[in-house]
């Protein structure tokens, strides 16, 4: 298979009709989804979005926050796309399951606040 003119304004035309890498070498014959990728590439024909790829939804603005969302800041509040997370947050607590998880941390074991309270007296000895 060649790149011939005609084959490259086909796909030209199939691209910008948005039609998937697949559709386009099936339609062209004789070529793989990849070939039609690299050449989309090297022509420098506009990326679309990938159709596996879902947009994040964004979450709530603070007006629209309810006492059952989770109130997890995404972003910086200096910028416009700045939100709360928004997913249904656990019963007694600002957050969704997964926020909940960062937010509070279990404390330590006995061991380990041991461990700490021998080396913080062992720093002073030296």
């Given at each position: 298979?060649s790149?011939?003119?005609e084959?490259?304004?086909r796909?030209?035309?199939l691209w910008?009709q948005?039609?998937s890498?697949?559709e386009?070498?099936d339609?062209?014959g004789?070529?793989?989804r990849n ?8 022509l420098g024909?506009s990326?679309?979005?990938?159709p ?10 603070i ?11 995404v972003?910086?509040?200096k910028?416009q796309d700045?939100?709360?997370?928004g997913?249904?947050s656990?019963a007694?607590l ?6 909940a998880a ?10 380990k ?5 021998e080396?913080?007296r062992n720093?002073g000895?030296?």
């Open positions: 298979m790149w011939t003119d084959r490259i304004q796909l030209k035309d910008s948005g039609l890498a697949s386009i070498a339609s062209l004789d070529i793989s070939a039609v990728i690299g050449k989309a590439h090297r024909l990326g679309r979005p990938s596996i790829k879902k947009k994040p939804t964004r979450g709530a603005t007006l629209a926050l309810t006492e059952r969302m989770c109130k997890w800041p972003g910086d509040p910028h700045f939100h709360f997370c997913k249904p656990l007694g600002p957050y969704c399951a997964e926020h960062l937010a509070y941390q279990p404390t330590g074991s006995s061991k606040r041991e461990d700490d309270r080396r913080d720093v000895a030296a």
